[in-house]
Protein backbone atom coordinates (compact mmCIF):
# COMPACT_ATOMS: atom_id res chain seq x y z
CA UNK A 1 0.00 0.00 0.00
CA UNK A 2 1.35 3.65 -0.91
CA UNK A 3 1.78 6.22 1.80
CA UNK A 4 -1.37 4.84 3.29
CA UNK A 5 -3.68 5.38 0.66
CA UNK A 6 -7.02 2.92 0.65
CA UNK A 7 -9.18 1.62 -2.08
CA UNK A 8 -12.65 3.05 -2.21
CA UNK A 9 -15.41 1.99 -4.82
CA UNK A 10 -17.19 5.42 -6.32
CA UNK A 11 -20.12 4.85 -8.00
CA UNK A 12 -22.44 7.36 -9.85
CA UNK A 13 -26.43 7.61 -9.68
CA UNK A 14 -27.07 7.89 -13.79
CA UNK A 15 -25.66 4.48 -15.25
CA UNK A 16 -24.35 3.28 -12.64
CA UNK A 17 -20.60 3.60 -13.76
CA UNK A 18 -18.13 3.08 -10.90
CA UNK A 19 -14.30 3.37 -10.01
CA UNK A 20 -11.82 2.56 -7.72
CA UNK A 21 -10.23 5.69 -5.93
CA UNK A 22 -7.17 6.11 -3.78
CA UNK A 23 -7.06 8.28 -0.83
CA UNK A 24 -7.10 8.64 3.00
CA UNK A 25 -10.32 8.78 3.95
CA UNK A 26 -13.46 9.00 2.05
CA UNK A 27 -14.15 12.84 1.20
CA UNK A 28 -11.21 13.18 -1.48
CA UNK A 29 -12.05 9.38 -2.46
CA UNK A 30 -15.64 10.67 -3.47
CA UNK A 31 -13.85 13.89 -4.74
CA UNK A 32 -11.45 11.78 -7.16
CA UNK A 33 -13.62 9.31 -8.22
CA UNK A 34 -16.34 12.19 -9.26
CA UNK A 35 -13.45 13.12 -11.58
CA UNK A 36 -12.88 10.28 -13.15
CA UNK A 37 -16.20 9.49 -13.99
CA UNK A 38 -17.05 13.07 -15.16
CA UNK A 39 -19.98 14.00 -12.77
CA UNK A 40 -19.51 16.32 -9.20
CA UNK A 41 -19.65 15.56 -5.40
CA UNK A 42 -23.80 15.07 -5.76
CA UNK A 43 -23.66 13.27 -8.65
CA UNK A 44 -22.19 10.16 -6.93
CA UNK A 45 -24.13 7.74 -5.61
CA UNK A 46 -21.94 5.88 -2.67
CA UNK A 47 -18.46 5.96 -2.00
CA UNK A 48 -17.23 2.72 0.17
CA UNK A 49 -13.88 1.04 1.51
CA UNK A 50 -12.93 -1.61 -1.28
CA UNK A 51 -9.92 -3.14 0.62
CA UNK A 52 -9.61 -6.13 -1.54
CA UNK A 53 -7.89 -3.21 -4.18
CA UNK A 54 -5.58 -1.64 -0.99
CA UNK A 55 -2.80 -3.70 -2.51
CA UNK A 56 -2.90 -1.88 -6.26
CA UNK A 57 -2.55 2.01 -4.25
CA UNK A 58 -1.90 4.46 -5.92
CA UNK A 59 -3.71 2.93 -8.63
CA UNK A 60 -4.77 2.18 -11.35
CA UNK A 61 -6.72 -1.05 -10.58
CA UNK A 62 -5.82 -3.36 -13.18
CA UNK A 63 -9.06 -4.25 -15.06
CA UNK A 64 -8.49 -8.01 -15.00
CA UNK A 65 -8.37 -7.80 -10.81
CA UNK A 66 -12.07 -5.86 -11.23
CA UNK A 67 -13.70 -8.38 -13.44
CA UNK A 68 -12.41 -11.27 -11.37
CA UNK A 69 -14.03 -9.29 -8.13
CA UNK A 70 -17.08 -9.33 -9.86
CA UNK A 71 -16.82 -6.30 -11.52
CA UNK A 72 -18.35 -5.90 -15.83
CA UNK A 73 -17.32 -3.99 -18.62
CA UNK A 74 -18.49 -3.55 -21.97
CA UNK A 75 -16.97 -5.36 -24.92
CA UNK A 76 -14.94 -2.50 -26.85
CA UNK A 77 -16.16 -3.75 -30.18
CA UNK A 78 -19.70 -5.31 -30.14
CA UNK A 79 -21.29 -3.48 -26.66
CA UNK A 80 -21.84 -6.85 -25.19
CA UNK A 81 -21.30 -7.57 -21.37
CA UNK A 82 -17.91 -8.91 -20.20
CA UNK A 83 -18.67 -10.11 -16.64
CA UNK A 84 -17.70 -13.26 -14.39
CA UNK A 85 -20.90 -13.82 -13.54
CA UNK A 86 -23.09 -14.00 -16.16
CA UNK A 87 -23.62 -16.59 -19.59
CA UNK A 88 -21.55 -15.29 -22.36
CA UNK A 89 -23.42 -15.23 -25.50
CA UNK A 90 -21.60 -17.92 -27.66
CA UNK A 91 -23.03 -16.55 -31.10
CA UNK A 92 -21.56 -17.72 -34.37
CA UNK A 93 -18.38 -16.19 -36.61
CA UNK A 94 -18.47 -14.31 -39.36
CA UNK A 95 -19.23 -17.03 -41.72
CA UNK A 96 -21.84 -18.54 -39.86
CA UNK A 97 -19.48 -21.39 -37.95
CA UNK A 98 -20.55 -21.83 -34.23
CA UNK A 99 -17.73 -19.92 -31.91
CA UNK A 100 -15.81 -21.96 -29.41
CA UNK A 101 -16.92 -21.50 -25.93
CA UNK A 102 -13.20 -20.80 -25.12
CA UNK A 103 -12.96 -18.32 -27.75
CA UNK A 104 -15.34 -15.97 -25.25
CA UNK A 105 -14.82 -14.79 -21.39
CA UNK A 106 -11.72 -11.05 -21.29
CA UNK A 107 -9.64 -10.08 -23.40
CA UNK A 108 -7.59 -7.37 -22.77
CA UNK A 109 -5.72 -5.44 -25.55
CA UNK A 110 -4.78 -1.50 -24.12
CA UNK A 111 -7.34 0.16 -22.63
CA UNK A 112 -10.10 -2.16 -24.12
CA UNK A 113 -11.40 -5.15 -22.99
CA UNK A 114 -13.15 -7.88 -25.11
CA UNK A 115 -16.18 -10.33 -25.02
CA UNK A 116 -14.39 -12.50 -27.37
CA UNK A 117 -11.00 -13.13 -29.49
CA UNK A 118 -13.08 -12.18 -32.46
CA UNK A 119 -13.69 -8.41 -31.44
CA UNK A 120 -10.24 -8.23 -30.41
CA UNK A 121 -8.99 -9.28 -33.58
CA UNK A 122 -11.32 -7.22 -35.23
CA UNK A 123 -11.06 -4.02 -33.70
CA UNK A 124 -6.97 -4.80 -34.29
CA UNK A 125 -7.83 -5.26 -37.93
CA UNK A 126 -9.51 -1.97 -38.10
CA UNK A 127 -6.74 0.23 -36.31
CA UNK A 128 -4.35 -1.12 -38.88
CA UNK A 129 -6.44 0.03 -41.42
CA UNK A 130 -7.40 3.07 -39.92
CA UNK A 131 -3.13 3.72 -39.38
CA UNK A 132 -2.97 2.70 -43.23
CA UNK A 133 -5.25 5.20 -44.67
CA UNK A 134 -4.13 7.97 -42.17
CA UNK A 135 -0.39 7.84 -43.02
CA UNK A 136 -1.79 7.86 -47.03
CA UNK A 137 -3.34 11.11 -45.62
CA UNK A 138 0.40 12.29 -44.92
CA UNK A 139 1.58 11.05 -47.94
CA UNK A 140 -0.92 13.27 -50.10
CA UNK A 141 -0.01 16.50 -47.72
CA UNK A 142 3.94 16.24 -48.24
CA UNK A 143 2.77 16.00 -51.74
CA UNK A 144 0.58 18.45 -52.26
CA UNK A 145 2.29 20.52 -50.09
CA UNK A 146 6.10 19.48 -50.07
CA UNK A 147 7.39 22.23 -47.82
CA UNK A 148 4.68 21.05 -44.89
CA UNK A 149 6.36 20.64 -41.20
CA UNK A 150 3.94 18.81 -39.37
CA UNK A 151 0.71 17.22 -39.79
CA UNK A 152 -1.14 17.58 -36.66
CA UNK A 153 -4.30 15.57 -37.79
CA UNK A 154 -5.15 13.10 -40.13
CA UNK A 155 -8.89 11.93 -40.61
CA UNK A 156 -9.86 9.41 -43.07
CA UNK A 157 -13.37 9.34 -44.12
CA UNK A 158 -14.40 5.51 -44.35
CA UNK A 159 -17.86 6.59 -46.33
CA UNK A 160 -17.15 9.31 -48.15
CA UNK A 161 -12.71 9.25 -48.24
CA UNK A 162 -12.83 12.58 -50.53
CA UNK A 163 -14.11 14.45 -47.34
CA UNK A 164 -11.13 12.90 -45.05
CA UNK A 165 -9.31 15.63 -43.65
CA UNK A 166 -5.81 16.71 -42.78
CA UNK A 167 -4.59 19.72 -40.44
CA UNK A 168 -0.95 20.69 -40.90
CA UNK A 169 1.60 23.70 -40.21
CA UNK A 170 3.83 25.32 -43.07
CA UNK A 171 6.86 27.33 -43.02
CA UNK A 172 6.17 31.02 -42.27
CA UNK A 173 2.61 30.63 -41.15
CA UNK A 174 1.45 30.69 -37.47
CA UNK A 175 -1.43 28.41 -37.19
CA UNK A 176 -2.55 25.29 -38.78
CA UNK A 177 -3.92 24.51 -42.40
CA UNK A 178 -6.84 22.19 -42.83
CA UNK A 179 -7.75 20.48 -45.92
CA UNK A 180 -10.36 18.52 -46.68
CA UNK A 181 -9.39 15.37 -49.52
CA UNK A 182 -10.65 16.84 -52.65
CA UNK A 183 -11.30 20.04 -52.34
CA UNK A 184 -9.56 23.40 -54.14
CA UNK A 185 -9.65 25.25 -51.26
CA UNK A 186 -7.61 25.25 -47.77
CA UNK A 187 -8.67 26.87 -44.68
CA UNK A 188 -5.94 28.73 -42.74
CA UNK A 189 -6.07 31.09 -39.91
CA UNK A 190 -7.05 34.76 -40.96
CA UNK A 191 -3.87 36.16 -39.91
CA UNK A 192 -1.96 34.21 -42.30
CA UNK A 193 -4.27 34.80 -45.18
CA UNK A 194 -1.42 37.29 -46.56
CA UNK A 195 1.65 34.63 -46.06
CA UNK A 196 -0.14 32.19 -47.61
CA UNK A 197 -0.89 33.78 -50.69
CA UNK A 198 2.32 35.02 -51.01
CA UNK A 199 4.37 31.92 -50.05
CA UNK A 200 2.48 28.83 -51.31
CA UNK A 201 4.39 27.40 -54.78
CA UNK A 202 6.40 24.16 -54.77
CA UNK A 203 8.85 24.89 -52.31
CA UNK A 204 11.66 22.53 -49.82
CA UNK A 205 10.38 19.35 -48.92
CA UNK A 206 9.98 17.98 -45.27
CA UNK A 207 9.05 14.46 -43.36
CA UNK A 208 5.76 15.38 -41.25
CA UNK A 209 4.75 13.80 -38.20
CA UNK A 210 1.53 13.60 -35.89
CA UNK A 211 1.33 15.78 -33.53
CA UNK A 212 -2.25 17.09 -31.40
CA UNK A 213 -4.64 19.82 -33.48
CA UNK A 214 -5.70 22.98 -33.40
CA UNK A 215 -9.10 24.39 -35.59
CA UNK A 216 -8.40 26.94 -38.34
CA UNK A 217 -11.04 29.86 -39.61
CA UNK A 218 -10.77 30.94 -42.70
CA UNK A 219 -11.17 29.94 -46.57
CA UNK A 220 -8.65 30.56 -49.04
CA UNK A 221 -7.85 29.27 -52.61
CA UNK A 222 -5.35 26.40 -52.46
CA UNK A 223 -2.73 25.71 -55.49
Not at 205 to 211: D, F, H, K, V, Y
Request: proline share 7%; glycine share 8%; hydrophobic share 35%.
Amino acid sequence: MSDNLKAYMVSESGEGHACVAFAVSGAPARQAGAGELGTDWDGIESCRRAPEFDAYAPGPVPKRALYDAGWWFECGHCGHRVSINEYHEYRSDDEGNDAAPEDFGFFERGRQVYCCRACMAKDEADDRTRAAHDAALVELVALKYPEVLVVSYAYWNIPEPKRSEVRFTLPGLEGMVRWIIGENTVSVERRDVENFKRLYSPGTSATPEIQPARPPSAFIASN
